[in-house]
């Protein structure tokens, strides 16, 4: 028999099982021999520390073992003298003693250093700090810094060689490493040192914005310098007190900034320093004055956001001068004082390490610092997202955590963040506050529903009193209803899952309607406006208990779920129901974000630790049974699904500040796909990760359909239609509403415990009035239908209730989810999908055991299927993730062809004669679709597309100029099959200046243009126009809900 191997995952599922029903148990449950698992308990401490996906303990015996007792003895002499050890400095010993031994074999990676570390019991140590608090109005402190920064700019236009940042750097004549080698027990780390740790000096460091570096200025702390000599480029001066003053900072400008290459002519320049006082003495400004320069003070505590260098020069600055007093402290020459005691550094050492750590620093680097704080960035805005992106000058930091998004956040101008996930067929909100945005906050549970669930959200049912008045949502509207007597009911508008409507109408406008369970119609806007009111006034009552600030409806950003598969008509419609529901205001649009469901969910998803998942690729079935036919394919989801409704009683979440450990096991290109599965659509998107940025860029446009958990409800609908006849069950469904929405209800707590593998039927008790309205329509009971349909997997108990067996459940759940994992196994072998390595399974939908183990048993072989714990949460936590951070996805795909028709001039042979157009003696082709982007098309964040259109006649005040898409890129005119007109884009010109109406001279006035900008990698299309005479905004706007 093979030998087999475990995860630790495994071993420790293995070990909860046995702790409650013992070892034997728990063998023959999994299949593993009872002193394995004696083992495995008695290691207990040591799985729950291992990585997850680990399978050993045992790790790898070292091939060279005389080699390693060298290093051994090595590391721990320099150890027991204090000294800070990498492991670079490990593998270039080992390298020295392999040489030395004569092992021509041995190579000394990196890998091999952690390696030996791990067999010796050993690890990077660090030494821990206290970071500085940011003050806590620093939004608005960074706006006014950059806006001044803009201002100034604008007006003086300064070139990039003339825009510079200076910063002080106290340093030690000690330098020690932060981390070092050091035994794992060891419970003080001492990094040895001279002794001069107290002696400071004071490095100052200038560059401007093109990437220039100026010479670095340090300052002693003496009366007068030694007569030594010391290296050239470095400027060298003496102070009592080792620091910067008035006369020393003058000195400087005199020195460095006025001499730096242009500065001899005094040309305008701008210089970026921090509030140290002598900065902003009367002396230093008069002189900078008389230099022509320009001084930008950086408001208190926010160096390290607005200060170039603090943001990512000054770390690898002291990182390379702490290589070279290490090297000195080990190999260099030193001297001693009479006493024994090791003397520091001579000064020309210092200065020359100071010129090698500051030559090491790339303009490359300091370039992107400037833009990093938005200090260089072109003023046109295209290069806003700039990359963030470090090079480590240091890779052996010691840190061995890859879960480190190095792309810092973008700021949030809102004090909090409440996403709003809209579903068919639950709802629910959650919130974050900016300042804590580790904790996302869900909404309170809700009273009513069905006992033993845990009400993380509410079903999207909505009650309208017989005058159309909003009367209650969720459990207390369907419970509200259900207690109504039924001819009283009639008259009352009850919605339910109406959410599919608005993906399900072709030609959607404001004025479409949705029809209630009694037949009575409502305008779809006034119905979601309803619900979204709803959530705004919970969600600020809550807020408002959780905070201790005031709150005011302008500092909340609102974010709305929507499927990814839904066009701009609907997310459109979305948007005005939340203008109708009094969210936001039409005058502040970027108060309110539509975040695309799947999206969100990947962008949880970035945060998830293993064990907060299950990977159902770790259970490998066949025939609904485990490989080893040791146990049914569903007991282990009951387990999992008891843990989720314990976990659900928690109403605050924790997520990582970068992402999570999931996150660690990609790299940058590595493919995965998120399937939402929700109650009316399956959503797919396909994204790529690129690890160092944190940022995710989709690979192939969103795609799904209407194979939502509904599906199966309809075919129950199906089934008892087949039994009881059409007409029986239309005629119900009108006289008795309640009494149908009652039925549903049952069906859908019954659904949700369907498992593949269950022996017994699922009993669903059908209502006295459906049992009664059925004798009376047909004059017999229900009984004698069922029998004589001749459906045998659906029975009739005594009780009042329908019996359906597996097969029947089989039979329910099998369109939908046949559909669900056609749709997904033919994405995956689109070329620009193939190799994909993960699939995550999101969505209320997802949480089915029967579609768990359907897509296991399709897909398990192809990639790990991933399905968090709070599956039915994961998109609205996105959602909050995504408010917070609208830069995440970086890279979309365009769903359709969208472009508008247009004039060109007409080619004989090439253009047909139908479209010719003869204006002003010239032929003209008309209907040429002028394309803006191109289906499938990848469209980054920012990416803009203008075009330039002229008013038809003097005076006009209106432009409207119509869009069209399709759902292909091979077509040439507007005219085309396919090619349909879905929008308009609108421009409300004002009354031109006269200066510029008078441009134009004799020759008339002059030709007014309007500049038009289209943004199509959001998640909504966006436009912006200017006029481009006057540089005045033009008021535009696009429209897709008027057709």
Not at 85 to 112: H, N, Q, Y
Not at 451 to 468: E, F, H, I, M, R
Not at 976 to 984: A, N, Q, S, Y
Request: hydrophobic content about 40%; overall charge positive.
């Amino acid at each position: 028999m093979p030998r087999r191997s475990f995860t630790a995952a495994f071993k420790l599922s293995v070990c909860r099982y046995a702790e409650d029903f013992g070892n034997r148990a728990a063998g023959r449950q999994h299949g593993v021999d009872e002193s394995i698992i004696r083992r495995w308990r008695a290691d207990i401490g040591k799985l729950t520390a291992m990585p997850r996906s680990k399978k050993a303990m045992r790790g790898r015996a070292a091939k060279w073992p005389s080699l390693e007792e060298k290093v051994i003895a090595w590391v721990r002499e320099k150890r027991s003298e204090g000294h800070a050890l990498t492991t670079v400095e490990l593998c270039i010993k080992a390298r020295c003693i392999a040489e030395a031994d004569g092992i021509p074999d041995f190579i000394g990676s990196k890998m091999w250093a952690f390696r030996f570390m791990a067999r010796h019991n050993m690890s990077m140590r660090r030494r821990t700090h206290i970071s500085h608090r940011l003050p806590d109005d620093f939004d608005n402190k960074i706006t006014k810094f950059q806006r001044y920064i803009i201002k100034q700019r604008q007006l003086h236009d300064y070139p990039l060689s003339r825009i510079g940042n200076a910063d002080q750097m106290p340093l030690t004549f000690d330098l020690p490493r932060g981390t070092t080698i050091a035994r794992k027990a060891e419970r003080s780390v001492s990094v040895i040192s001279t002794g001069h740790e107290k002696d400071r000096f004071t490095v100052m460091l200038s560059c401007t914005a093109d990437g220039g570096k100026l010479p670095p200025y340090v300052v002693f702390k003496r009366k007068t310098l030694p007569k030594e000599k010391f290296p050239t480029g470095v400027i060298v001066r003496a102070q009592e007190k080792g620091c910067f003053d008035e006369d020393i900072t003058k000195d400087w400008i005199k020195n460095v900034w006025a001499k730096r290459v242009g500065g001899i002519t005094n040309r305008r320049s701008m210089l970026v320093l921090d509030t140290f006082r002598c900065h902003k003495t009367e002396q230093t400004k008069a002189l900078l004055a008389a230099k022509n320069v320009d001084l930008v003070v950086i408001p208190g505590g926010m160096t390290s956001l607005l200060q170039p260098l603090d943001v990512s020069v000054n770390k690898h600055f002291k990182d390379a001068l702490r290589q070279r007093w290490s090297a000195w402290m080990q190999e260099g020459k030193k001297t001693f004082t009479k006493s024994g005691r090791q003397q520091k550094a001579d000064l020309p050492t210092v200065c020359r390490w100071v010129l090698e750590a500051w030559n090491s620093i790339s303009s490359d680097q300091i370039q992107r610092a400037f833009l990093k704080c938005c200090i260089s960035n072109s003023l046109d805005g295209i290069a806003d997202d700039i990359i963030w992106e470090e090079q480590e000058v240091e890779q052996d930091s010691g840190s061995d955590d890859e879960r480190v998004e190095v792309r810092p956040r973008m700021t949030c101008p809102f004090l909090v963040v409440v996403a709003i996930d809209f579903g068919t067929t639950s709802s629910g909100y959650a919130f974050s506050f900016t300042q804590d945005s580790e904790i996302i906050r869900m909404m309170k549970r809700w009273e009513g529903g069905d006992p033993g669930v845990a009400n993380q959200k509410s079903p999207t049912c909505l009650l309208l009193t017989p005058d159309l008045r909003f009367h209650s949502f969720g459990f207390a509207a369907r419970d509200f209803y259900h207690d109504l007597d039924p001819d009283e009911a009639w008259h009352w508008l009850y919605f339910d899952k109406f959410k599919m409507k608005i993906h399900s109408t072709c030609d959607l406008t404001v004025e479409t309607e949705l029809e209630a369970v009694n037949g009575r119609r409502v305008r779809a806007i006034e119905v979601f406006a309803h619900v979204l009111r709803f959530f705004r006034e919970h969600a600020l009552k809550e807020v408002k208990e959780q905070s201790s600030c005031v709150m005011e409806g302008e500092e909340i950003r609102w974010v709305i779920t929507v499927p990814a598969v839904w066009r701009q008509p609907a997310k459109q419609f979305m948007r005005e129901a939340a203008y109708l529901a009094g969210l936001v205001s039409p005058d502040c649009p970027e108060q309110l974000l539509i975040a695309l469901e799947p999206e969100a969910a990947s962008i949880y998803c970035r945060k998830l630790r293993l064990h907060q998942v299950i990977d159902l690729s770790l259970q490998p079935i066949a025939n609904g049974v485990d490989v080893n036919g040791s146990r049914p394919f569903d007991s282990g989801f009951r387990q999992v699904r008891e843990q989720l409704r314990r976990s659900r009683h928690s109403r605050t979440f924790m997520v990582e500040s970068g992402t999570g450990e999931l996150w660690s096991e990609l790299q940058t290109g590595d493919k995965y796909i998120v399937a939402d599965c929700g109650g009316g659509t399956v959503d797919l998107t396909v994204h790529q990760i690129d690890q160092p940025l944190g940022t995710l860029k989709e690979l192939y446009k969103a795609s799904g359909g209407p194979y939502g958990a509904v599906g199966v409800d309809l075919a129950f609908e199906a089934m008892l239609c087949q039994i009881f006849g059409e007409d029986f069950i239309q005629s119900f469904k009108d006289k008795r509403p309640a009494a149908w929405v009652d039925l549903n209800i049952a069906f859908e707590a019954r659904k949700r415990t369907a498992a593949p593998g269950r022996a017994n039927a699922l009993n669903i008790s059908l209502p006295f009035s459906f049992i009664d309205y059925y004798k009376r329509h047909r004059g017999q009971s229900v009984e004698a239908a069922l029998r004589k349909s001749n459906m045998n997997i659906v029975k009739w108990s005594s009780q009042g209730m329908l019996r359906l067996t597996q097969e029947a459940m089989n039979e329910l759940f099998h369109p939908t989810i046949s559909n669900i994992v056609r749709h997904i196994d033919e994405l995956m072998s689109k070329p620009e999908v193939r190799g994909v390595r993960f699939l995550f399974l999101v969505g209320g939908f997802a949480e089915s055991p029967m579609l768990q183990r359907a897509v296991q048993k399709a897909l398990g072989r192809t990639c790990r299927i991933i399905i968090p714990h709070d599956v039915g949460l994961t998109i609205l936590k996105g959602a909050v993730l995504f408010g917070l951070d609208p830069t995440v996805v970086r890279v979309r795909r365009c769903p359709l062809t969208y472009g508008v028709g247009v004039l060109n001039r007409f080619v004989e042979g090439r253009h047909p004669r139908d479209k010719l157009l003869i204006k002003d003696e010239r032929k003209w082709c008309t209907d040429i679709l002028d394309r803006f982007v191109s289906v499938d098309q990848s469209v980054a964040l920012g990416e803009v597309v203008r075009r330039r259109y002229t008013p038809a006649r003097r005076g006009q005040r209106k432009i409207i100029i119509n869009i069209y898409c399709s759902t292909t890129d091979d077509v040439t005119y507007i005219s085309d099959p396919g090619v349909r007109k879905c929008g308009m884009i609108t421009l409300d010109l004002p009354e031109p200046s006269p200066p510029a109406a008078a441009l134009g001279g004799a020759g008339g006035p002059a030709r007014r243009e309007i500049r038009v900008t289209m943004q199509f990698g959001d998640t909504e299309i966006k436009v912006t126009a200017v006029d481009v005479m006057s540089k005045r905004s033009v008021k535009a706007s696009v429209d897709f809900l008027s057709n």
